[in-house]
């Protein structure tokens, strides 16, 4: 029952400290706070348009030029089945069998990531965690990296690299929650530094694989797998890829409690209802799959899952449904612009998406660092 | 509700941390906890609030084992003011509050006007309404307590554990938090360092040393000279207290065993 001391109450309230009290409350606004669920759908609806309009205009842009206006055209066709005239045939192609699946995978991935390194950072409590802190990216780059050098997996042709890549980041996972957990608890800190020794392991044996190696192709695949990117995106992949981001989004969304609980620490947790250990299992399954698919067809491009939460958490607070609505869109439409930015600076060669996500996420991450009134986790 | 220790026992590598403590708080009453570092006063609320599972022994809760009890069933039924507060990230004072009503909420369900009432009075209750916008990791210590206890209070439970909820506060927010504890109504265990304070705030009090319970009874029965040169090994002065009559402990520096 709630307390009903009044006495204790007004006289607390009342002359302790009459300064602080009558000054008008700290706004919401000079935390740059969007507090109601009202600013939060809006915020939403905004960068979900902001997101269509970066995926008409990156996917007419390359060595082609399409206007946004003739992109959507195409695109319309494509989706209602219309007709596109013959002389157009070209265009169409490269606008649909190209470079539509394309950015739209980096979409998907950027979302991915954004939430992931959210959830993440939660559960784990570290600010400075990401997706891959758990090992999943060097799994992955191991398995890719072996399926590429032994040519296994060959009947699954081109599919072959990112099964050797998932398969890799789930035995990735797999060995982290082993060597971490004890007597059935999975104590965040010791999760953390098991997946970063886990993960140095692992870049070893990559090395060790590539050295003995008879071809130089896996030494390009090393570079493929570490800096990530979306060349090889194709219209093939994309269904599993979505599926399986989308409902990892949609669970981790309805997780937004559970991670506001896990971040305020286990007794605490355990003190509100939520068995701490249980949660980050599931948590763990979750996160690892859809990292290892993320993985699988893009590589590990960095920061995007450290850098966006931060930025989101900036402006929406800490609570982590409002952070999770908003997390993916914001991640989703960097890493679209992140994508063209690498298919067309240094046309026609590419640039790895970890170098422009690197060249970008330091500047913002250091400076979000130096900003008075936010504090990571930290004083 | 009562809140019940039966026989608990707590051994984690091969220490046994508390030895078949029992201990009664009756509906209602606030129970003070008191012993030297290391006596096992924060294990036993562990066991309570369900942050660890007692080795052997029963805590009830009611007529209920706490451990049979689903956890967030358990969590409706006792609240926990921890040590451990620590929050890592940059939630508002009002939204760790609103985190007190968790165990009563699904998924992200929000809050109804009278939850978001709730919070607000036990914000006013302890004097942290003028934060309610503020990051909890600007607060002072004793600031974020207060936000901690608020919490615990927005969890409507029947019992309340309380785990030095004193130690950053000024002496100013001590007596208000400790009078706001005994007026609630609510039944109270709550471990405290400061005897005088635990002498003034409890109705009872249970002496734990080295994971045992070496006394328990009023602060009058169990605050004796001899008790706390055998538990903390300092020689105390037992005086009346000038107003309430109840008994303090006076201290010279150069007082130790």
Not at chain 2, 50 to 72: F, I, K, N, Y
């Amino acid at each position: 029952m709630p307390p009903s001391s009044t006495s204790v109450s007004s006289a607390a309230g009342g002359a302790a400290e009459p300064a602080e009290a009558s000054t008008p409350r700290p706004a919401a606004a000079v935390r740059g706070r969007l507090a109601s669920r009202k600013a939060l759908l809006l915020t939403c609806l905004v960068m979900a348009a902001v997101l269509l309009v970066s995926v008409v205009v990156a996917i007419g842009l390359g060595p082609t030029v399409v206007t946004p206006g003739e992109t959507a055209r195409h695109l319309w066709a494509a989706l209602t089945g219309g007709r596109v005239g013959a002389d157009e045939a070209t265009t169409y192609q490269i606008i649909w069998q190209i470079r539509t699946p394309r950015v739209l995978l980096a979409a998907l991935v950027g979302a991915g990531l954004s939430a992931i390194g959210v959830a993440i950072q939660a559960m784990v409590r570290n600010a400075l965690a990401d997706p891959f802190v758990l090992g999943v990216s060097s799994g992955a780059s191991v398995g890719a990296v072996w399926v590429t050098v032994t040519g296994g997996l060959a009947a699954l042709g081109i599919y072959a690299v990112s099964v050797g890549a998932f398969i890799g980041a789930l035995v990735a996972s797999l060995l982290v929650y082993a060597a971490s957990s004890s007597r059935g608890a999975l104590s965040p800190l010791r999760l953390v530094l098991t997946g970063v020794a886990m993960s140095l392991g692992f870049q070893a044996v990559m090395s060790l694989i590539i050295y003995f190696a008879p071809d130089s192709e896996a030494t390009s695949m090393v570079l493929y797998w570490t800096m990530g990117s979306f060349g090889a995106a194709t219209w093939g992949a994309l269904p599993v890829v979505s599926v399986v981001v989308i409902a990892g989004l949609a669970v981790l969304y309805r997780y937004g409690r559970v991670l506001d609980v896990l971040s305020l620490g286990d007794e605490t947790a355990a003190s509100l209802g939520f068995d701490p250990d249980r949660h980050r299992k599931v948590l763990l399954v979750l996160v690892s799959l859809v990292t290892g698919v993320m993985v699988a067809v893009s590589g590990a491009i960095a920061f995007v899952g450290l850098v966006m939460p931060h930025v989101v958490r900036m402006v929406v607070g800490a609570t982590h449904a409002r952070v999770l609505a908003v997390a993916p869109l914001v991640g989703a439409i960097f890493m679209v612009w992140v994508d063209l930015a690498a298919r067309t600076l240094v046309a026609p060669r590419e640039l790895p998406l970890g170098i422009i996500t690197a060249l970008v996420g330091v500047p913002i991450f250091i400076a979000l660092l130096r900003r008075r009134g936010y504090t990571f986790g930290g004083r | 509700m009562d809140l019940k220790l039966d026989e608990l026992s707590v051994v984690t590598d091969g220490k046994s941390l508390v030895r078949g403590l029992s201990l009664d708080v009756p509906d209602g009453q606030v129970v003070g906890l008191v012993g030297p570092n290391g006596s096992g006063k924060s294990t036993a609320l562990r066991c309570v609030y369900r942050a660890l599972r007692p080795s052997s022994g029963t805590v009830w809760v009611g007529e209920q084992d706490v451990t049979r009890l689903p956890m967030r069933h358990s969590a409706q039924t006792v609240a926990a003011m921890t040590q451990d507060g620590g929050v890592e990230f940059d939630f508002t004072v009002e939204e760790v509050v609103a985190l007190g009503r968790a165990p009563h909420l699904r998924g992200n369900q929000a809050l109804s006007g009278r939850e978001r009432g709730l919070c607000e009075r036990a914000m006013e209750q302890l004097d942290i309404g003028h934060l309610a916008h503020r990051g909890v990791l600007t607060l002072s210590g004793g600031e974020r307590q207060r936000v901690l206890l608020a919490r615990a209070l927005v969890q409507e439970a029947k019992i309340l554990v309380l785990d030095e909820p004193t130690n950053h506060l000024d002496v100013r927010h001590q007596i208000d938090l400790l009078s706001l504890l005994r007026g609630s109504g609510l039944t109270v265990l709550v471990v405290l360092h400061d005897l005088n304070l635990a002498a003034a705030a409890c109705d009872r009090l249970g002496v734990l040393s080295q994971g045992r319970l070496v006394a328990s009874g009023t602060p009058a029965e169990v605050l004796t000279t001899q008790l706390i040169l055998d538990t903390f090994g300092v020689r105390a002065s037992v005086v009346p207290h000038p107003l309430t009559g109840g008994p303090q402990l006076l201290y010279a520096l150069n007082s130790t065993r």
